[in-house]
T-cell receptor, first 116, second 114 residues
């Protein structure tokens, strides 16, 4: 099976702009989670989508949003970019069904966002 | 609220020696516990998990982890370190009683010295 793919891999934006990142999960996986990784904060949970519905949300401002499509592909959007949004954004997919097996996550390579 | 702590930012081990990367957690119910590894410029890779059963869990690349309920710990171990084990290691926890998010620790950078 193909792994989790994320596009683009690298992105440079300026403050105030907005950005959309894309994630394609492993075939058959219905849950997609997004994380922000920075050297000082480690991995911080942004949100999780399951069957097109947001199932969980982290403690990020409303500038961060996401959605999931019927084919389980997911996008996240960051509006009004700030310098502090520079980070590696990771997407993870899992089967998403009830039970312990569903909690094993498979990560994509990430999108490196630089805000100048 | 659930949380996970990795008390060491960095661990240095000589090649061939045993290694331990520490992790402690806090959840209200029973924990689901995970270890992930991140190599430079790559995403996270799953190493192992504890869901229930044996306290000693074996995973990929010769790693194992011991679940200790009384100490709320889930330390990652390997009997003999390789230089190629040098990477960033993340511990993660999820509360089994709730359909909640997975919380990751801040990571521990492991340096294996040749």
């Amino acid at each position: 099976k193909a792994g989790v793919t994320q596009t683009p891999r690298y992105l440079i934006k300026t403050r105030g702009q907005q950005v959309t990142l894309s994630c394609s999960p492993i075939s058959g996986h219905r849950s997609v989670s997004w994380y922000q990784q920075t050297p000082g904060q480690g991995l911080q949970f942004l949100f999780e989508y399951f069957s097109e519905t947001q199932r969980n949300k982290g403690n990020f401002p409303g500038r961060f949003s996401g959605r999931q499509f019927s084919n389980s592909r997911s996008e996240m959007n960051v509006s009004t970019l700030e310098l502090g949004d520079s980070a590696l954004y990771l997407c993870a997919s899992s089967p998403g069904l009830a039970g312990a097996q569903s909690y094993e996550q498979y990560f994509g390579p990430g999108t490196r966002l630089t805000v100048t | 609220a659930q949380s996970v702590a990795q008390p060491e930012d960095q661990v240095n081990v000589a090649e061939g020696n045993p290694l331990t990367v520490k992790c402690t957690y806090s959840v209200s119910g029973n924990p689901y516990l995970f270890w992930y590894v991140q190599y430079p410029n790559r995403g996270l890779q799953f190493l192992l998990k504890y869901i229930t059963g044996d306290n000693l869990v074996k995973g990929s690349y010769g790693f194992e982890a011991e679940f200790n309920k009384s100490q709320t710990s889930f330390h990652l171990k390997k009997p003999s370190a390789l230089v190629s084990d040098s990477a960033l290691y993340f511990c993660a926890v999820r509360d089994s009683r709730r359909d909640d998010k997975i919380i990751f620790g801040k990571g521990t950078r492991l340096h294996i010295l040749p």
